[in-house]
T-cell receptor, first 116, second 110 residues
């Protein structure tokens, strides 16, 4: 069981659709992350939120738009995606504060996204 | 940016055999973390190493951090089928954030 909940678990969408991925944690963590993971590859960092503010955007295309409505929630809004965007999208959280790279990250189960 | 390299990519072992995966960095790491991802699952944090030469054990798993803090290893003694999965090391990468190594996929034959 994971303490980071992601919905939906699976998503199939067309290239013209708009959809959102959701992530929720109730561990009181103040840092939240979005990763993209292709098959047989490591997770690749996309965005980092620290205290509800976007602190890192790893040059992600604008068709991916993150949002952090409050300290427990993290969304990823999707629009006009490409077939190569098909992947597992993982949300993670960590306690927050300084030196994020020294904090263990707790991952959700991910959303498996397929773009038709 | 800094890269964290991991070898081997794949390892098949017979149940009961030992297994080791290695992680190398071109620059000194302040810390290194290890994660395990089961097939179809998500990465799960195993451990963090911070000190030069540090060795930590979790049952059959032994984690080491090199004296120069540029390499690390994970050793599993007497593998079991429950050890199947991909083991990732993670260290500081570009942007001062955690970057995952390529992972070592462990397969265990019963």
């Amino acid at each position: 069981d994971t303490e980071v909940t992601q919905t939906p678990k699976h998503l199939v969408m067309g290239m013209t659709n708009k959809k959102s991925l959701k992530c929720e944690q109730h561990m009181g963590h103040r840092a939240m992350y979005w990763y993209k993971q292709k098959a047989k590859k490591p997770p690749e960092l996309m965005f980092v939120y620290s205290y509800e503010k976007l602190s890192i955007n790893e040059s992600v295309p604008s068709r991916f738009s993150p949002e952090c409505p409050n300290s427990s929630l993290l969304n990823l809004h999707l629009h006009a995606l490409q077939p190569e965007d098909s992947a597992l999208y993982l949300c993670a959280s960590s306690p927050g504060g300084q030196v994020l790279r020294r904090q263990p990250q707790h991952f959700g189960d991910g959303t498996r996204l397929s773009i038709l | 940016g800094q890269q964290v390299m991991q070898i081997p990519q794949y390892q098949h072992v017979q149940e009961g055999e030992d297994f080791t995966t290695y992680c190398n960095s071109s620059t000194t790491l302040s810390n290194i973390q290890w994660y395990k991802q089961r097939p179809g699952g998500h990465p799960v944090f195993l451990i963090q190493l911070v000190k030069s030469g540090e060795v930590k054990k979790q049952k059959r798993l032994t984690f080491q951090f090199g004296e120069a803090k540029k390499n690390s290893s994970l050793h599993i003694t007497a593998t079991q089928t429950t050890d199947v999965g991909t083991y990732f090391c993670a260290g500081r990468g570009a942007g001062n954030m955690l970057t995952f190594g390529g992972g070592t996929r462990l397969m265990v034959k019963p």
